[in-house]
């Protein structure tokens, strides 16, 4: 009993303690938010201390520049200091939307243009209009805007393509992947691959869960995106069967890893990437995770774009954008660190192409002599889908639950419990909840 | 001061000094079940005000298949993992109970786990035994079986979780050990002079004197797994196949991810009835197996 009495005495101290540690902290929070407005209102604007909040997701290499810019920013003006927060993809909107319902969203906000639609409806993002711009491509430009009004601005270009390992091949001697080669040529190279391979290792992944892969070889032969922009069904069933039912032969063959290796598979996890760790030599990618694959496993990646049909299948887009929250105290400041974090040189320098091709063609022309291997072959797998490539579709709004419908759908046909006639009907099903 | 005025104001002194708990309950508790239960009948997306719908969220809830599949598994981890965290609980608590050298370092040892065992840390740690090149598939490699993800098969997934929940066997395991403490020792040296084995010993004894313990391990057992999410969260975020999407699980998607409020608000009440629903059975039942000591067994 005096060892329960023990115990459970220090489950109750910690208890309190952490319960205290919790209290001072959000207390902390809001002791550093109080002098800025009050005791300083008579500073000038210019040696105001300011914390502006800041949130972004990606990888360590996207994290580490970051820091490292936003401290250079905090040197020049030593007035300004950052709150960051910064994790992976996953989970990051969950957060991001919790915090902007309790209306303390960060000040500077990286989104994705799928969210922006959304986002924009409801009034949440500020106007960035008076920004400088003037080195961007109006084209990306635009996608950032809404209402004519800017309220996201692209951070870098980015394309969806293929990365496979050239080393891997080049030892297998297998050729690599042409400019303009199809999807026939790609699936018929897959098969010869396959024979050559150890047990437990895979060519490509299972195509049957992945929406975007999907999108790609729909759009190349020509019968638009699955979901289109309005929101409309648009899966065509012919090409759905076609694909679905050459991932179940491949799955049989083994050229595709079996449901559960495949879902144990996470895009650059140095331990359970199966393309870092040698059991998969292609992968689906946007161009902007290259440099990253590239730091895991140097001097071994090689890109291309999407496989062809009619017509071409990746597509270009921004990489992501900045907004700032209508919520935030400092939207001049935001904007004037914005403005700074696409312009200027040296933040660019730092930044490298860890959020895509810069987005500055100023920028992007000071850096290209100096870019590294990784950043040559995010430009690469951009130019190659540059030659030929689709209009992006950040998917219509409103349409953010039927992902989960459509995910349930094809990982049932992946694990064999649907046939893919039945999963076309099941899609085409859930989808008409969304139409409008 | 007569005795009769201080006789009055007892009770209001009394409710003074639990006031810091009382106000605490009504503003963090009492108040947020209050609005949930508004919710429940709005359509609300956290990012604009709540609009009034009538019961259509739970007609909706009643023609999802979401739902049903979150409500079998919960139901089927429910079922497994509470009697095999007790049966593994006592277990453990009577080997900790033998009057050996150094006891009291096995128990903290043996305790220690369970301090962080409902933590995200220990889910990771987790997810990487049971991952495809982890601890697990070291061992049945030694078997000859083939290597597997074991989060990611559809009928291993939810065992994977069921295991941890059994290994979060700690505090279950110290109330049981100062349970069996209590039985006075007189109960098994006159059950052994009558000659019973330790077997019958502990059917006949043990499991009669400790039957509030286990009762009381019970209900907190099946509430808590009831509203289970840190481990299916962490370790196979629901899936595959959503065969691992808990109920607490698939409401914390709806609320925060889909941004329903108002359709997981009546989720949490849906939920809350069960648990009571579920909680109100067993003390029914209990009046079957579970004796106090002042009970004579007269009920049966």
Known sequence: MKITLKITSLVIASLVLAITAAGCSSLGVKDEGQPNETTNANATAHDKPIKLRIMWWGSQARHDATLKILD?????????TFETQYQGF???????????????????????AAWLADWNGRGQLADLSSLNTKDIDPKVLDTGKYNGKLTAVPLGF?????????????????????DGYT?????KMVEEIKPKLHKGQYVIKDGTTDTEQYAAFQLSKGKGWPITADGKFNYDKETWLEWTKKFAQLRKEGVVPPPDVQLADKDLDPTADML?????????????QVSAYDSLKPGAIGVAAMPQGVQAGGWLKATFYFSISQDSQYKEESMKFIDWFINDQKAGEIGGTTRGIPISNNVLEFLKPAFSIGDKLTVEMINKTALNSQVFNPGPPGWADFGKEAKDIREQLMFEKMTPEQAYDALMKAAKKYEK | MNHGKNHSYAPLAGYLFISPWLIGFAILTVWPMIQSLYYSFTDFSL????????MQNFKEISEDRFFYNSLKVTFTFVITSVPARLVFALFVAMLLNQKIR???LYRTII??????????????????????????????????????????TPGTALGTLVTLSVWQFGSAMIIFLAGLKQIPGELYEASSVDGAGKLRQFFTVTLPMLSPVIFFNLIMGLINSFQSFTAAFVITGGGPLNSTEMYALYLYEKAFAALHMGYASALAWILLAIVAVATAINFLVSKYWVFYENDTGGNR
């Open chain 1, 183 to 187: 999807w026939d040529d790609y699936f």
């Open chain 2, 47 to 54: 990012l604009s005000p709540p609009r009034w719908i009538g």
């Open chain 2, 102 to 104: 150094g006891i009291g």
């Open chain 1, 90 to 112: 996953d989970g990051y909107l969950d957060k991001l939307t919790t915090q902007a319902a309790a209306k303390n969203a960060p000040d500077i906000i990286q989104m994705d």
């Open chain 2, 111 to 152: 305790y220690l786990p369970s301090l962080i065992g409902g933590s995200v840390a220990v889910a990771v740690l987790w997810k990487n035994i049971f991952g495809m090149t982890g601890f697990i598939n070291h061992i049945t490699a030694l078997f000859g079986i083939a290597p597997k993800n074991w989060i990611g």
């Open chain 1, 276 to 288: 870092v760790n040698g059991n998969l030599l292609f992968k689906g990618l946007h161009a902007a």
């Open chain 1, 72 to 80: 250079l920013y905090t040197k020049e003006h030593p007035n300004v």
């Open chain 1, 158 to 178: 980015n394309a969806w393509g293929m990365i496979y390992d050239k080393a891997a091949l080049e030892k297998l001697g297998v050729a690599e992947p042409k």
